[in-house]
């Protein structure tokens, strides 16, 4: 299993460029979540999908947009982006049984010129 | 709000050594789990363990226990034997009750990058 798949892996982007983040995992999860991380903030959540067909605003939502494509597949998209989105993002599946935990990507870091 | 607290920043300790990471929580829901997870170098972020908010009992796994005292709001992580590979930085997380659904978002504490000197 290849657990939970990032792409790209890096990615820079001019002010106003658009671009979208593919994440995937096969460990038959139903939830989905987008991070991102900056420097001494940890991570925060900007989306989350909790189930096929659904997704919802997490704690920094402004200048994205979600996809949940299927189960397996949930995408990022940025349709303008802004230096402030110059990060690392961190997609994550979770197993949603009594283990309870996520398991992340590997990470894609976007640099915003 | 979920509120996680890693007081420590940096811990550089020398190889062999014990080390201990810091976690203090605020949350509002009486069932909760609380992860830490580890970031080396190479950038992934790495899950290390979990205890839920209605098992107290700490546990030793290896080189790595924890401390989870609910009356104090904490869930403290300690490394024996420290090693250099276990250089990283090391996140706490909560993950409470998410909208219509049981947990989910976590909400993670800064981090605190250990070192390890050979």
């Known amino acids: 299993n290849a657990g939970v798949t990032q792409t790209p892996k890096f990615q820079v982007l001019k002010t106003g460029q658009s671009m979208t983040l593919q994440c995937a995992q096969d460990?038959?999860?139903?939830?989905m979540y987008w991070y991102r991380q900056d420097p001494g903030m940890g991570l925060r959540l900007i989306y989350y999908?909790?189930?096929?067909?659904?997704?919802d605003k997490g704690e920094v939502p402004n200048g994205y947009n979600v996809s949940r494509l299927n189960k397996r597949e949930f995408s990022l998209r940025l349709e303008s982006a802004a230096p402030s989105q110059t990060s690392v993002y961190f997609c994550a599946s979770r197993d949603g049984g009594s283990m309870n935990t996520q398991y992340f990507g590997p990470g894609t870091r976007l640099t915003v010129l | 709000a979920q509120k996680v607290t890693q007081a420590q920043t940096e811990i550089s300790v020398v190889e062999k050594e014990d080390v201990t990471l810091d976690c203090v929580y605020e949350t509002r829901d009486t069932t909760y789990y609380l992860f830490w997870y580890k970031q080396p170098p190479s950038g992934e972020l790495v899950f290390l363990i979990r205890r839920n908010s209605f098992d107290e009992q700490n546990e030793i796994s290896g080189r790595y226990s924890w401390n989870f005292q609910k009356s104090t709001s904490s869930f403290n992580f300690t490394i024996t034997a420290s090693q250099v590979v276990d250089s990283a930085v090391y996140f706490c997380a909560l993950s409470g009750k998410m909208g219509g659904t049981s947990y989910g978002k976590l909400t993670f504490g800064q981090g605190t990058i250990l070192t390890v000197h050979p």
């Open positions: 460990m038959n999860h139903n939830s």
């Open positions: 999908s909790a189930s096929e067909g659904t997704t």
